[in-house]
């Protein structure tokens, strides 16, 4: 089945710059690859996802790409702020629609330094 | 995006009792799913709600512990049965819109003393 490998598990980043989580998959027939942030007391919020058929998505100061050859996909969030400091997903699935399942990795805990 | 409610959000439950969370979606849905939560890790599947059917269970999960009820495409329940508190967790319902996107409750943050 799917294997879903996330890394850092945490990640510190001055306000400001940049940070980037990276993922990798391991069944080539995933085709679908959400990001998730998870704040303190609340459920995952979806943040961005992307497709099988595209190699970059971008919103605002938020980005992924993916690599389909080598099988890992990234989340970019740029200028970081306070209140990008959180827990982020990433996840892999074929379709969530069927029998097939979405997978997780084991998050990246986000600190944004002042 | 779908608009999930789900009740309790918190509870602290005594070992040995049984708790239900109900969650509740503003729209009809094709998948509504129940995942479990430890404290400071991932998300794990525990099963598929399965609408007028009995639910499709992960490995590890089983009915008798976890029971689920789907009865339409808008409602779901999960029974977290003979607590212990190995049981004291984050569960989220999650529901699938066409086109794959997944999204979360706000959970049920459970206790069990």
């Known amino acids: 089945g799917e294997n879903v490998e996330q890394h850092p598990s945490t990640l510190s980043v001055q306000e400001g710059d940049s940070a980037v989580i990276k993922c990798t998959y391991s069944?080539?027939?995933?085709?679908?690859f959400p990001w998730y942030k998870q704040e303190l007391g609340k459920g995952p919020q979806l943040i961005i996802d992307?497709?099988?058929?595209?190699g970059e998505k971008k919103d605002q100061r938020i980005a992924v790409t993916l690599n389909k050859t080598a099988k890992h996909f990234s989340l970019h969030i740029t200028e970081t702020q306070p209140e990008d400091s959180a827990v982020y997903f990433c996840?892999?699935?074929?379709?969530?629609?069927?029998?097939?399942?979405?997978?997780f990795g084991k998050g990246t805990r986000l600190h944004i330094l002042p | 995006s779908a608009v999930i409610s789900q009740k309790p959000s918190r509870d602290i439950c005594q070992r040995g009792t049984s708790l239900t969370i109900q969650c509740q979606v503003d729209s009809q849905v094709t998948m509504m799913f129940w995942y479990r939560q430890q404290p400071g890790q991932s998300l794990t599947l525990i099963a598929t709600a399965n609408q007028g059917s009995e639910a499709t269970y992960e490995s590890g999960f089983v009915i008798d512990k976890f029971p689920i009820s789907r009865p339409n495409l808008t409602f779901s329940t999960l029974t977290v049965s003979n607590m212990s508190p190995e049981d004291s967790s984050i569960y989220l319902c999650?529901?699938?819109?066409?086109?794959?996107?997944?999204?979360f409750g706000e959970g049920s943050w459970l206790t069990v003393v």
């Open positions: 996840a892999a699935s074929i379709a969530v629609n069927r029998d097939d399942k979405i997978i």
């Open positions: 992307i497709r099988s058929n595209v």
């Open positions: 069944d080539s027939a995933s085709n679908y």
């Open positions: 999650s529901v699938a819109s066409i086109g794959d996107t997944i999204y």
